[in-house]
């Protein structure tokens, strides 16, 4: 990561919190009203050069999740909490990722970090895409903004994602990475963030699925 990135990662990563503290809190209040278990959830992902990192997000799902089903979620999953519903649906459980930013473990802007499970699918060329720092967002995960139609009605969800989506993932991560730029990532954050408003808007309107992703 270049220098100049990561000053503004930092950057970024730190105003995002002050301005975002009351919206943290009254998230966790939330959470916490409704059963007892922790506010926030981490999960093993893999990072740059393949080391491990603990993610961090709001929980969405029951406390013993991992236990009860598979890594990924597709769909109106059972597992998921009321509130946990409504924060996926607007996207705020990834706030908390705003702390792996700051530490380092991320970037704004960079490929989706994927659960060990899963990396131990990659190809060799696949792996070349453990040499980027993993981010927030990426150009992938705006092709691939919403999973839901391509895995709530498949038999096999997990298989699909494996064979087809995310190779389709890596591979446009690592067409990126050839061209990249500090604009070409604020053109992504702003796509993000632009996406995530009107589609977040677009769901709380309606009964559509909750998408999905991996756990939490």
Not at 36 to 65: E, H, N
Not at 122 to 146: C, H, K, N, W
Not at 167 to 180: S, V
Request: include cysteine; proline fraction near 6%; charged fraction near 20%.
């Amino acid at each position: 990561m270049s220098t100049t990135r990561r000053v503004v990662d930092v950057a970024g990563a730190t105003l995002g919190l002050l301005l975002l503290w009351p919206v943290f809190v009254a998230i966790a209040g939330a959470i916490a009203l409704e059963d007892d278990g922790p506010v926030f959830f981490r999960q093993s992902r893999v990072g740059v050069g393949g080391r491990l990192f603990g993610i961090w997000k709001f929980r969405t799902m029951v406390s013993d999740a991992e236990q009860c089903g598979r890594q990924l979620t597709v769909g109106d999953d059972p597992r998921i909490t009321q509130v946990g519903c409504w924060l996926r649906r607007a996207k705020l459980d990834e706030l908390p990722q705003l702390f792996n930013v700051l530490c380092g473990d991320m970037g704004f802007v960079g490929p989706r970090p994927e659960v060990p499970r899963y990396v131990c699918f990659y190809t060799e060329a696949q792996r070349q895409v453990l040499a980027l720092t993993p981010g927030i967002t990426d150009p992938a995960s705006l092709t691939y903004f919403d999973e839901s139609g391509l895995l709530t009605g498949a038999p096999d969800p997990e298989r699909v994602y494996v064979e087809r989506i995310m190779p389709e993932k890596i591979r446009l991560n690592l067409e990126y990475a050839t061209h990249r730029s500090l604009w070409a990532d604020l053109r992504v954050v702003a796509s993000t963030v632009g996406r995530v408003l009107t589609s977040g808007a677009r769901r709380m309107r309606s009964s559509a699925p909750i998408g999905s992703a991996l756990l939490p």
